[in-house]
């Protein structure tokens, strides 16, 4: 209902305004919100996916890559802009923050328009 | 074509919902409603009703039932009046604009305070912007009648929105009057089985009752004021076919004795029934007096008022309910912004009257008239009215 691209005008919209078509919220893009964003650093990662289970949107995906060496992690973090608001619980939860080497810095929003 | 009885009004509106095989009922009594929704629960409770009764405990409930019933695809009905409405305001906005087609008796009782249990049109007035078609009747029989008119319209799938039937407290609802009730057959020919356009099913889901950001809001009110507006043809077809299976004809707007009238009345409810009384008085005495009744009230008659008016000097609008502090009470604003751009615009007086169920006389009605009359045809303005028999 919130397609940036094709606005939706009171013609188009359903009796009752009702949504006919489930499991729709992937369509819904309430990444806009977002004031701070997480921005990964792959350098701190171990791989141990403690964001993916904090993050409260399920806006963290962990996704497969080629590590360079065998040390370092088959999968690492990847966030969905399009649904991440900021909350910044990924860079407080992750492991390596006891160690001050947080996978996340949240920076302001801002400085990526 | 079935045969005149006498039974109360109420009861005749409950087996006007019995014929129209209502599939949930939920109800809170409330005077002067209340034997509406005792008739109903006997009438399930006897096996003669095939319906949900929900005993719901409160009136917020029983329009959520309402919504939840309906939303599932059930032909739900439920009747309030007053501080019943008040409680289920909320829920009243959310039904119409989830566009279900819920049909409700309104048993126009004055909202508190101080309390009163006695009718005028304060209940109705304060929910008249909920988005529902709004009907007001003015006797047993058009209250029967416009039960089973009310479920088709709403559920016509090209309007698929809730109605209200006005229908004034214990002027009406607790009056022995004579009705001519219809044979299940004729009522089933009138009412088709309801199919909604959108239904809760698990095989097919649906999300309703969404909520909108403001960048989609505006679209879905234009589109629910739109459907609205549209749902005009859909109540003159069914007032048609209404009258050719029943030989009983309603519109819109209606007149009498309104031929070269100089002032007009306007009425809705009750109080036309005995303003018509007061027109014969006076048209036999050689005046010239008429009267315009408003039966659809939303979507507003706009066109079909004018058309009614015509060259009238003046209009006496009459206010079943005060709009504190308003510009105008509610029908003469109503009016006076039908008639702003009409270039022949008719000088509006404006009278408050019958409040809490004070009785208004044939006299006093041709009082009113009178003195409009008399007046300068020159507009004043709309906003002053009288109190009828009010004491200083």
């Known amino acids: 209902m919130t397609d940036k691209e094709k606005p939706m005008g009171w013609k188009d919209i359903p009796a009752g305004a009702v949504v006919n078509t489930p499991g729709n919220a992937a369509g819904y893009h309430t990444g806009g919100w977002r004031s701070q964003r997480p921005v990964f650093n792959m350098d701190h990662c171990v791989g141990c996916g403690v964001c993916y289970l904090y993050c409260p949107d399920a806006a963290i995906v962990m996704v497969k890559v080629e590590p360079r060496t065998e040390k370092l992690p088959e999968y690492v973090p990847e966030i969905l802009l399009d649904y991440c608001k900021g909350c910044g619980i990924c860079a407080k939860e992750c492991y390596m923050a006891a160690f001050g080497r947080s996978c996340f810095q949240m920076m302001d929003e801002e400085e990526f328009r | ?392």
């Open chain 2, 1 to 392: 074509m079935s045969k005149r009885v006498g039974m109360e009004v109420s009861i005749a509106v409950a087996e006007a919902v019995k014929l129209a095989n209502a599939d949930v009922i939920a109800a809170y009594p409330i005077t002067p409603q209340t034997h509406i929704v005792e008739h109903l629960s006997e009438l399930v409770a006897d096996g003669e009703l095939d319906a949900e009764f929900v005993c719901v405990e409160s009136e917020h409930s029983a329009m959520s039932a309402c919504v939840g019933a309906s939303a599932a695809g059930a032909r739900a009905y439920t009747a309030t009046a007053s501080q019943g409405l008040a409680l289920m305001h909320e829920i009243v906005f959310i039904a119409s604009s989830m566009r279900l087609p819920i049909v409700m008796t309104l048993a126009n009782r004055s909202l508190s305070g101080p309390l009163s249990i006695w009718n005028d049109h304060s209940d109705t007035m304060a929910s008249r912007d909920c988005g529902w078609i709004q009907y007001f009747v003015e006797n047993g029989q058009e209250a029967f009648d416009h039960t089973l008119i009310a479920f088709r319209v709403a559920e016509d799938p090209a309007v698929s929105i809730p109605a209200m039937i006005n229908m004034d407290g214990f002027i009406l609802t607790h009056v022995i009057e004579p009705h001519v009730l219809m044979t299940q057959e004729e009522a089933d020919r009138f009412l088709p089985p309801f199919r909604p356009i959108h239904r809760l099913d698990p095989l097919k889901p649906v999300t309703m009752g969404d909520f909108a950001m403001p960048d989609i809001f505006t679209e879905i009110k234009a589109a629910q004021e739109h459907a609205l507006r549209a749902s005009r043809p859909i109540i003159d077809k069914a007032w048609q076919e209404f009258g050719e299976i029943t030989g009983r004809h309603y519109r819109a707007v209606e007149t009498y004795r309104t031929e070269g009238a100089q002032v007009l009345m306007v009425a809705m409810g009750a109080m036309a029934e005995t303003a018509m009384m007061a027109v014969d008085h006076m048209r036999d005495k050689g005046l010239a007096i008429g009267l315009v009744k408003l039966r659809l009230w939303r979507p507003f008659p706009t066109e079909d008022l004018l058309a009614a008016v015509g060259d009238a000097e003046k209009l006496v609008v009459l206010d079943r309910a005060i709009g504190f502090g308003a510009a105008a009470n509610p029908v003469a604003s109503e009016l006076a912004a039908v008639f702003y751009d009409h270039p022949n615009r008719p000088r509006i007086f404006n009278t408050v009257l019958g409040l809490a169920g004070r009785d208004v006389s044939v006299g006093e009605f041709e009082d009113v008239l009178k003195k409009a009359l008399d007046a300068d045809r020159r507009p004043g303005p709309v906003g002053d009215f009288d109190i009828l028999g009010v004491r200083e």
